[in-house]
């Protein structure tokens, strides 16, 4: 199933790639590498992605882009990934990365954690300023814990994918050897 969905994405980007707005980039984009299938490409296609999504704001698909065409890895999966950081999760996950950064700097003096703002979907602009001031304020052990939870989440994504796609392909070949041997056994009794 993934995969027919990966090839109707690609057919639906062949169609785009005449539109005007991404003609300036068609050289890059179409790199066949970026629209690869393989383990490789996809593991490190996650990697990118779990990079990207702990960006702030729009950037995360911009840096999990430019990470995978940098990488050469799928495109498409890249951009997908980075939606594990969305606005439910990216408060734990901020979080998680200062309690990351209290670890690795303790010497840093931590004031105490406040709650973050309440965000206003309808003033967008006033809630994330107050976000990001909030951020701000929590200092190095955000600013030091963020890179180090994107490392770990990319690693970790890259191995479990790895690791997963070993696992499906063992599998499917359990499977077909079990069947070959039952077809080789129904031929024998049939004679």
């Known amino acids: 199933m993934a995969r027919r969905w990966a090839k109707l994405l690609v057919r639906k980007f062949e169609a785009m790639q005449h539109n005007r707005w991404l003609r300036p ?3 890059h984009i179409t790199h066949p590498s970026l629209w690869s299938l393989s383990r490789r490409s996809v593991a490190l296609a996650v990697a990118a992605g779990m990079i990207g999504g702990l960006i702030p704001g729009p ?5 999990a882009g430019a990470l995978a065409m940098l990488l ?8 997908v990934v980075t939606l594990y950081s969305n606005p439910i999760t990216i ?3 901020y979080l998680l990365a ?7 700097s303790p010497a840093q003096t931590v004031q105490p954690l406040s709650a ?6 309808l003033h967008l602009w006033d809630s994330t300023v107050a976000l990001a001031q909030w951020a701000w304020n929590l200092g190095t052990p955000l600013f030091v814990g963020v890179p180090l939870l994107a490392l770990i989440l990319a690693l970790l994504g890259y191995a479990i994918t790895r690791l997963g796609w070993s696992l499906h392909l ?3 070949w359990r499977a ?3 069947a070959r041997r039952l077809r080789e056994i129904s031929k024998t009794d049939s004679r």
């Open 176 to 178: 077909r050897k079990e």
């Open 116 to 121: 973050p703002p309440g965000f206003d979907w």
């Open 25 to 27: 980039f068609t050289q």
């Open 91 to 93: 408060v734990p996950l």
């Open 59 to 63: 950037f995360q698909m911009l840096t």
């Open 72 to 79: 050469r890895c799928n495109f498409p999966i890249a951009l």
């Open 170 to 172: 063992r599998l499917e």
């Open 98 to 104: 200062y309690k990351l950064g209290i670890l690795v």
